[in-house]
């Protein structure tokens, strides 16, 4: 599971990195507000540790955005904060678990393994976009109502990009999380893009509103309309 650590103190930042990735945990860590929000507007995690207190972006500021982007991502709230103003706030802005520092990291563990199931447990069989829909259990595609036919890596590229709706979704991304390659190579940079072009024509041929963008030197990004 991947987790992003947003947090700013350095010795905290690698405190929590070396004991998540004892308890084998994929851990990104990012220390600045800017950067965060672009690592989890662009990747995929299955939970989120963020700092309010942070250079640029607040850690608030970055909850609110990711909600607001219907980005779902399970989100626990790390912060010396321990007013009752201030956990209601977090957790009216979007968090799902708030934490005060200091704090045993055996709770900590206990805490984002309760996230992630809950997580998965709110993951539901049937993906949707405006009149495109994905039923994960029979594994079918529909666009407009009429059945659309795809590979199976066509399939999984679209599943992908629906859950990362209107999100810009890297090459580096899907290389990762769909091709399950370890780093990127030019030749599988190519095929992302034949994969994606054929994926396109078959979901937005003959439609009005297009779904399937790209963001050109970013990656690409499904949305009703332009991005």
Not at 35 to 56: I, K
Not at 99 to 117: D, N, S, T
Not at 128 to 147: F, I, N
């Given at each position: ?58 850690g ?18 790390l912060?010396?904060?321990?007013s ?9 802005t ?101 994969h ?11 439609q ?20």
């Amino acid at each position: 599971m991947r987790i992003l650590v947003v947090e700013d103190e350095l010795k905290v930042a690698n405190a929590l990195r070396e004991g998540l990735q004892g308890e084998r945990y994929d851990v990104i860590v990012e220390r600045t507000g800017e950067s965060a929000f672009f690592r989890v507007t662009t990747e995929r995690f299955d939970a989120v540790l963020l700092d309010l207190t942070l250079p640029g972006r607040n850690g608030l500021e970055i909850l609110k955005a990711m909600r607001d982007r219907g980005i779902k991502t399970p989100v626990l709230v790390l912060t010396a904060r321990d007013s009752l103003q201030d956990r209601v706030l977090g957790l009216d802005t979007g968090a799902d678990d708030y934490m005060v520092k200091p704090f045993a990291f055996a709770e900590l563990i206990a805490r984002i393994r309760a996230l992630v199931r809950r997580g998965r447990a709110a993951d539901v069989p049937r993906l949707t976009m405006a009149d495109l829909e994905l039923d994960q259990m029979t594994r079918k595609v529909s666009r407009a109502g009429r059945p659309v036919e795809l590979t199976v890596r066509e399939f999984e590229l679209l599943e992908y990009l629906l859950r990362h709706e209107g999100q810009v979704v890297s090459r580096e991304s899907l290389a990762r999380d769909v091709w399950k390659e370890t780093s990127r190579t030019t030749p599988l940079d190519n095929v992302i893009d034949v994969h994606v072009a054929r994926l396109r024509r078959k979901i937005d041929a003959d439609q009005g509103t297009k779904l399937i963008h790209t963001v050109r030197g970013v990656g690409f990004m499904l949305h009703e309309g332009e991005p």
